[in-house]
């Protein structure tokens, strides 16, 4: 275990160095609330009802970019990547901060 988040820490690096972008919050254009790890937001063309909640946005030096999020249809929660252009809806709701 240890060792597969050490390679993922290293791999982020090496991007980071590169020039990738990690963000953690983010203003989307024409919603009212920012994306802030936690949150919940809503997706176009998901299944219904799904719910995700944000976690980071990442911008290549090419300029493409998606936001990375975790969740989906009630009990069958996983990672996804979406265009940051399909997000439907902000929750105005905080995330809890533990």
Do not use: C
């Amino acid at each position: 275990m240890r060792k597969r988040k050490k390679a993922k820490n290293d791999l982020r690096d090496e991007r980071m160095a590169a020039g990738w972008v990690y963000l953690k919050e983010v203003k989307v254009e024409g919603k009212k609330y920012p994306l802030m790890p936690g949150r919940e937001l809503k997706i176009k063309g998901s299944a219904r009802g799904s719910i995700f909640r944000f976690h980071e946005l990442v911008r290549r030096p090419d300029g493409v970019e998606w936001i990375t999020v975790y969740g989906g249809p009630s009990g069958h929660g996983q990672w996804h990547s979406f265009e940051l252009s399909r997000v439907s809806w902000i929750s105005r709701k905080l995330p809890k901060m533990v």
